[in-house]
């Protein structure tokens, strides 16, 4: 059976850190597709970044060169590096999985095309 779980989020100041983690179980990240995504009070979910079973990793505009996406194998964990966070930043983080999935660039922040979902864990970023 798939799980995921999200952990990590919390309160930071606007220019500040945290680093998600998403812990899988019932299937090895190495074979699937991953994302994080994100969604705002009143907002629409969209995506963060999307990382291939093949590795490649896409970035949403709105991150770039801020969040670094990560994995470990050997723990079947998944980690988002947040850095510089900023005020419109705030929201609960989602992890996202595709099982038997080599490439996603060309769809990764779609997510019907996720099988499994965490339950999310909230980011609050403080002005």
């Known amino acids: 059976q798939v799980h995921l779980v999200e952990s990590g989020g919390g309160s930071v100041q606007s220019g500040g850190s945290l680093r998600l983690s998403c812990a899988a179980s019932?299937?090895?990240?190495?074979?699937?597709?991953m994302a994080w995504f994100r969604q705002a009070p009143g907002k629409e979910r969209e995506g963060v970044v999307g990382?291939?079973?093949?590795?490649?990793?896409n970035y949403a505009d709105s991150v770039k060169g801020r969040f670094t996406a990560s994995q470990n194998n050997a723990e079947n964990t998944l980690y988002l590096q947040l850095a510089t966070l900023r005020p419109e930043d705030t929201a609960i983080y989602y992890c996202?999985?595709?099982?038997?999935?080599?490439?996603?660039?060309?769809?990764?922040?779609?997510?019907?095309?996720?099988?499994?979902w965490g339950q999310g864990t909230q980011v609050t970023v403080g002005s």
């Open positions: 996202a999985a595709r099982k038997y999935c080599i490439r996603s660039a060309s769809w990764w922040a779609e997510e019907t095309q996720y099988n499994y």
């Open positions: 019932g299937f090895t990240l190495r074979t699937a597709c």
């Open positions: 990382i291939g079973g093949d590795g490649d990793t």
